[in-house]
């Protein structure tokens, strides 16, 4: 059994973080690095955008825009309702598991080349399209219902928050440049990304276990949640993937997408 290393530097950071290590990454350089992968997922969904007819990606990518809005849109109530969250962690939470995980999806996509399964290559695109739409609704379930909270100002807010502005606005600039035209920026912004990541997973290792005293509280009920709601992630995303009709491997990156959680866009 082998591990993906950026899986061994968030194990690290939880670790350094309980052993009180002063091991700390400054804020202006966690920054940085959740900026650089925001626009790196952003980039690689829209130069494979790019490389198929927009006619033809229409409906999909609808569809996996709605795949991913109604993920933490069933999320939600379970973790406020039944877990007895406040609005704002149940946002979040939800905002997580409706969102995706680049890591997850890149493992499933070695995992479907070792058995040699082909996939469709505009699958990545699923990937990018997917982050924003549940970071969009966590805000608005976590904030929406404050009596203070004016819709306009709110839906500014959302759009124009990092996360989601990032996302969008890569997406948009690989599709514009295309493959040919994002080559040149591709030794900085696809090569190091593994490496970024890394440092990233590192630090949120940190943050993690600087929260473990909370799960004195919401343990059992967390530990639940987060072995059915990817099971429910995944039986969604391949009920989608066979309404699409996906291959065999990308309906499975369908189902590997709508099960993962954010560790990237999310928490930035």
Known sequence: MTF?????????GILAGVARSDLKIPASIYEALSIYLL???GLKGGVELAKHPLGSMVLPSLAVIGLGTAL??????????????SRADAGSI???????????????????SRLNVPHE???????????APAIVVGVFLARGAEGSARWAELLREVVLGKSVFLLLSGLLVGWIAGSDGIKPMAPFFFDPFKGVLALFLLEMGLVTSA???DLKRVGPFLLGFAITMPLVGAAAGTGLGMLLGLSLG?????????ASASYIAAPA
């Open 211 to 213: 929260r473990l005293g």
């Open 250 to 258: 990308g309906t499975t990156l369908l189902a590997i997408l709508a």
């Open 4 to 12: 993906d290393p950026v899986v061994l530097f968030f194990l690290l």
């Open 72 to 85: 933490p849109l069933l999320a939600f109530p379970i973790l406020h309702k039944v877990g007895r969250l």
């Open 94 to 112: 939800a905002a997580h598991y409706g969102s995706v995980s680049v890591v997850t999806f890149a493992l499933g996509v070695s995992y479907l």
């Open 39 to 41: 626009l790196a997922i």
């Open 121 to 131: 290559g505009y699958a990545t695109v699923f990937l990018a399209l997917m982050e």
